[in-house]
């Protein structure tokens, strides 16, 4: 059965954080850690219920403020700074927008409310058919049934597809289901790895 869809990720493939220093030095003026700082936006209650779309983007990141004991007027900044060291991979984007001549390309993206406005201001919605984000969806991977959504927009069969994500458990849980899966470590390995499996001149 040929593939005939590639899904992705965003955060950590698409977008990285390439350069730690802004993050760092925010972690310090607040007195934590790194990791500190990185949990409490990310890995938090909060961060989880507006990952399900239970809480808006704004909501958590009033919480993250709160948690930190910083005036409601320093969430912009906080916001500036915590992501400033982030870059949007646009060399991969454009190896996507070459595979939409031939296949279909979905985004499947554990994210907040504001994802989809983010991505359209930046101008690099047109590299995918389909965003799937789970503060949309009110899913979250790994749940299998974020990947059977996926599937069914497309109307394909698990072996149909092709995931990449730079999380192991996202990564397993999608061959679980049947679906060909790629664990992304860098952008040349994960292109190499897509090329051999669709079998594309390398």
Do not use: C
Not at 50 to 57: D, P, V, Y
Not at 111 to 133: C, E, H, Q, Y
Not at 139 to 162: C, G, N, S, T, W
Not at 176 to 192: D, S, V
Request: net charge negative.
């Amino acid at each position: 059965m040929s593939i005939r869809a590639v899904y992705i990720d965003l955060g950590g493939v698409l977008v990285r954080t390439e350069f730690q220093a802004p993050r760092q030095h925010l972690a310090e003026r607040l007195g934590m850690e790194y990791e500190d700082i990185v949990r409490i936006v990310f890995n938090s209650e909060t961060g989880r219920q507006a990952s399900l779309g239970a809480i808006t983007e704004t909501e958590h990141w009033a919480a993250v403020i709160r948690r930190l004991h910083l005036p409601a007027s320093h969430v912009q900044t906080m916001r500036d700074e915590f992501f400033a060291g982030d870059v949007i991979d646009r060399n991969l984007l454009d190896f996507l927008r070459g595979l939409r001549e031939t296949l279909k390309v979905g985004l499947i993206s554990n994210a907040w409310s504001g994802l989809r406005p983010w991505i359209v201001t930046n101008k690099f919605d047109d590299a995918f058919d389909l965003m799937i984000i789970s503060a949309e969806l009110g899913i979250m991977k790994p749940d299998p049934r974020i990947f059977q959504h996926a599937l069914e927009q497309f109307e394909l069969a698990p072996a149909e597809a092709v995931f990449v994500d730079d999380d192991t458990e996202n990564v397993e849980a999608a061959r679980a289901l049947g679906m060909h899966a790629i664990h992304f470590t860098r952008p040349h390995q994960a292109i190499g790895e897509l090329k051999q499996l669709l079998n594309y001149p390398t």
